[in-house]
């Protein structure tokens, strides 16, 4: 990479480098297969400690790249054929260290929280093997220096998503949520592995390093399609994309994340919010040269990423659960990703992942510590249960309030300087849908403080309305062991964003300089300062403003909350059912393949081809087996003397014959 | 007919007879021991195919440690004497036209295979006057083969576990007075 | 020097000898040792291979073989040890449960 000449490239093996990703990979095996039998009381030692490690092996890392070095080895050759060579290997430069410590820490902080939340669970041990098991595929997707490892951890992320999805598979929605997530999941892989395949037919390789020198060769080059002519970077970037949409859950793959809060709160947490789902936005950013190419690609990623994002702030403010709210904003924020990687400004996109990943998993896990103290009731993620839990449980409600601000973007929190960043950059892009993507985007501002502080008002003021619910028992704060990774993680959701305090507020915006040596950064030069200033004031006030119309409904007035509703019930339901995507989807492809099952394949298929068939074959075998048993005469020797038989027949085959 | 030829003869004699008399004897036990025999005067091949390290392998891997379980199974067993030498002898027309036909027919493709050996390349040309070929043993062990290397070792592992398993399992299913 | 013929024959010659075993015996322990015997085979065609085409892969293979047998050996006596413990045979023909 050109960019990397002020780096020294370590090129040997690197045992920390190997160990970050392979200490969470066999404590997590040690656990599924032992940890039943023998500390099913504690079998959250192994991968705690082994990702505590992990991650004061990723800050050594980050030290190491901070200095000035960037590691890129293959540990073996995985695949060779001809001219394809993969091997499994790992690049640890400022992207990836970046990510590396963001899994790391927030990986950790989890664990420890699952230890209070999931305590006393039959399935205790596999949660955490699981967990660490999906920890390792992470890093192996964030460490990999090929595309075929990236697409190795990516896989394997997805089905330790279905796995901890369907943890309680005992619920038949859990089981289906992982399911549905699967099987979208397999719909955008295809299409990344095509992509894979695109790049390995007309670059011939699959590392990194070497792509993206290759890559001025594709500029003119086209595939005729019919009569269309595709300029194949576009071709390539949408093809990968559909991975992207896939994982990181973009219009119209996006139905399986909501679903997937069926899973208990810390893996929604985890992988559903901070890290598996951002694996879309950091493939992009690491391939942003090849979506660079193409004005189309980028148009479609912010268009894709803008569409979503409004979408799922629309939807958010009209749900009742709790994490299904949290899950929009998830699906909103990515979307907000997006956004930014579309303008051109991928080092603020995935600063704004990387403040994200901190103050959603926040928002999450203090979700998660609500659920928690109201596990009594049978549907504890309601939030008309919820009210006044201000008073039982203050440490929960403190850092829901610090993530609440940090999503809705106050300033000095670090949602505020992120989300500035992308909509500065959007709005002085050099792409002509800048103007347009920063409109959208204050607006989804204003919606996302106003669902953030929805579920914050009606959750911790007013009256307690969950006594009935609850049968008589108290909401309680959570354990120690649940609060304090929650202030832990709400020091990092105040403070992440200070690492890029743009220019413009005197900060040196560290951070996407750190990563502007891979993935570029768009200057903002020749941009005055005073309209940079009323941008910024304008996001602030979009912020304010929902927070202030979330209180003004929720609290000061709560008759105004069914006046939308009431007033325009059409809408209202639209956005209640999601925008009958889900619908749309059950009439347009599951509803024709039942159909199809019932009708061709049982009536037709079943009855006349498939019975006599089977049938017939029975018979037949019925007959030759009594031929056959004969040979079958139970004594080893006997075998042997068949096997000779065989080799002979080759034999003379092979010599008379042949 | 120089030494060198003298030395094979006597070593494919000493690795046939021992061979021979170890299928057809009727007691195990001697069937075991004309194994080491066997074994051993392979062992003297393996060096004067100028592997020294082979050999030492060979005795004691094989006439140390397998025919030493051999015989200690063959002890515990406590079944000397085969009682059935006559089947062996009845039936064993069939098998051992089957084994002349295979014999036949190898010596046939022998001739493909001779014509390839020359073919062979060398990876890595070494001279066994200048240094043993153990060097470039564990130089291949350690570089090329190093996966390999490791599998073998998870094997003899699991070998055990297994080995252990299967007649712990054995106990228990005796102390449930099965 | 030795031809190399002289090699695969004596190879050949141990592995019919191993084969003749494996197939007329009904001895499960003398089955075993003649398996040995046929790896035994296989141990002197891959060094003389290796010797001949100045090439340490053989030796390699060899050393692997080596330590293969020895766990084949391991399962195999452990098997006939259950097999006598639960059952006390170990011929072969009285083994026939998978008869047809």
């Known amino acids: 990479m050109g960019a990397f000449q002020e780096f020294e490239i370590v090129r040997s093996f690197s045992l920390p480098v190997f160990l970050v990703p392979f200490l969470p990979f066999i404590a997590s095996i040690i656990t599924l297969i032992f940890g039943k039998r023998y500390f099913p009381e504690r079998p959250y030692i192994l991968p705690v400690s082994a990702l505590f490690l992990s991650f004061i092996l990723s800050l050594y890392l980050l030290f190491e790249v901070l200095s000035g070095k960037i590691y890129q080895f293959d540990l073996f050759t995985w695949i060779s054929a001809g001219n394809l060579k993969v091997g499994l290997g790992f690049l640890v430069d400022p992207l990836s260290v970046m990510m590396l410590c963001m899994v790391t820490s927030l990986s950790f902080l989890i664990h420890v929280y699952s230890i209070g939340y999931m305590k006393g669970d039959p399935g205790y041990y596999r949660f955490f093997a699981y967990i660490s098991l999906f920890t390792f595929f992470m890093l192996m997707l964030v460490l990999s220096n090929n595309l075929v490892q990236l697409y190795l951890g990516w896989e394997g992320v997805g089905l330790c998503s279905y796995l901890l999805i369907g943890f309680w598979y005992e619920k038949k929605r859990a089981s289906d949520a992982a399911k549905k997530a699967f099987i979208i999941n397999r719909v955008g892989d295809f299409g990344f592995a095509l992509g894979i395949f695109a790049v390995f037919y007309y670059l011939g390789t699959l590392y990194y390093d070497e792509i993206i020198p290759k890559l001025s060769v594709l500029k003119d080059v086209y595939l005729g399609i019919g009569s269309y002519e595709v300029h194949v970077p576009f071709l390539i970037a949408f093809l990968l994309f559909c991975g992207a949409m896939g994982k990181s859950a973009q219009f119209p793959l996006h139905t399986w994340l909501p679903d997937a809060m069926e899973g208990p709160t810390p893996v929604s947490a985890l992988i559903h919010a901070a890290t598996m789902v951002t694996a879309g936005v950091f493939m992009v950013a690491r391939l942003h040269a090849l979506f660079e190419m193409s004005e189309y690609a980028m148009a479609m990623v912010a268009f894709v990423g803008a569409f979503t994002s409004f979408m799922a702030a629309t939807i958010a403010i009209t749900q009742f659960d709790i994490k299904r709210v949290i899950a929009y904003s998830t699906l909103s924020q990515l979307g907000y990703m997006f956004m930014a990687c579309g303008v051109g400004a991928f080092a603020v996109g995935m600063f704004h992942l990387f403040t994200h990943a901190y103050f959603k998993a926040l928002l999450f896990l203090s979700a998660g510590s609500i659920i928690h103290a109201l596990h009594h009731a049978v549907d504890p993620n309601d939030i008309r249960i919820m009210g006044g839990l201000r008073k039982y449980m203050p440490i929960t409600f403190v850092t829901f309030l610090i993530a609440g601000l940090a999503i809705s973007g106050v300033p000095g929190f670090a949602g505020f300087f992120s989300k500035d960043e992308i909509l500065a950059h959007a709005f002085f892009s050099k792409y002509p849908w800048g103007k347009f993507i920063w409109l959208i985007g204050i607006i989804i501002a204003v919606m996302t403080a106003f669902y953030t502080f929805r579920v914050f008002f009606k959750a911790f003021f007013g009256e307690f309305r969950g006594r009935e619910a609850l049968h008589g028992h108290e909401p309680h704060e959570s354990p120690k062991v649940m609060t304090i990774p929650l202030i832990i993680i709400s020091i990092g959701a105040i403070f992440s964003g200070w690492l890029g305090i743009p220019e413009v507020l005197g900060g040196g915006a560290h951070f996407q300089k750190f990563l502007e040596k891979v993935v570029g950064h768009p200057e903002l030069v020749g941009v005055d300062h005073t309209v940079e200033y009323f941008l910024m004031a304008i996001s602030v006030l979009a912020g304010i403003l929902g927070i202030g119309f979330a209180y003004l409904i929720y609290v000061k007035k709560p008759a105004l909350e069914t006046l939308g509703p009431s007033k325009f019930p059409r809408i209202y339901r639209f956005l209640y059912r999601k925008w009958y995507f889900d619908e749309l989807y059950h009439y347009l492809f599951v509803v024709p393949t039942f159909w199809l099952s019932r009708t061709v394949v049982n009536l037709i298929l079943d009855t006349f081809i498939i019975d006599h068939t089977v049938n017939g074959s029975a018979r037949t075998t019925e007959t030759s087996a009594n031929l056959l048993r004969k040979v079958h005469t139970g004594l080893i020797n006997h075998y042997i003397w068949f096997i000779l038989f065989g080799i002979i027949i080759y034999l003379i085959y092979y010599i008379y014959i042949r | 007919m120089d030494l060198n030829h003298l030395v094979f003869y006597y070593l494919a004699l000493g690795m046939t007879i021992p061979g021979i008399l170890a299928v057809i004897s009727r007691n195990p036990v001697h069937a075991v021991l004309w194994v080491l025999v066997l074994i051993l005067h392979q062992a003297l091949l393996l060096y004067t195919l100028g592997s020294e390290f082979l050999t030492a392998i060979q005795i004691i891997v094989y006439a140390g440690a397998v025919l030493v379980l051999f015989l200690f199974i063959v002890y515990m067993i406590n079944l000397r004497l085969e009682e059935r030498w006559k089947v062996f002898v009845r039936r064993s027309g069939i098998g051992l036209i089957l084994i002349f036909i295979f014999v036949f027919l190898l010596f046939k493709t022998i001739s493909v295979f001779l014509a390839l050996v020359p073919a062979f390349k060398p990876k890595l040309p070494y001279d066994l006057a200048q240094a043993s070929n153990l060097v470039w043993i564990a130089r291949y062990l350690f570089t090329h083969y190093l996966l390999q290397f490791e599998l073998i070792g998870v094997i003899l592992l699991i070998v055990v576990l297994g080995a252990v398993f299967i007649l712990k399992k054995l106990q228990e299913v005796k102390n449930d007075s099965f | ?100």
């Open chain 3, 1 to 100: 020097m030795i031809p190399f013929e002289y090699y695969v024959y004596l190879s050949l010659l141990l592995f019919c000898i191993g084969l003749v075993g494996v197939m007329l015996r009904r001895n499960l322990i003398i089955l075993l040792v003649s398996l040995e015997i046929m790896m035994n085979a296989l141990i002197v065609l891959f060094s003389a291979i290796s010797r001949y085409s100045n090439d340490t892969t053989g030796y390699v293979v060899v050393f692997f073989l080596i330590a293969l047998a020895a766990a084949e050996a391991g399962v195999g006596l452990s098997l006939v040890v259950l097999l006598y413990r639960s059952l006390k045979k170990i011929y072969t023909e009285d083994i026939n449960y998978y008869r047809g």
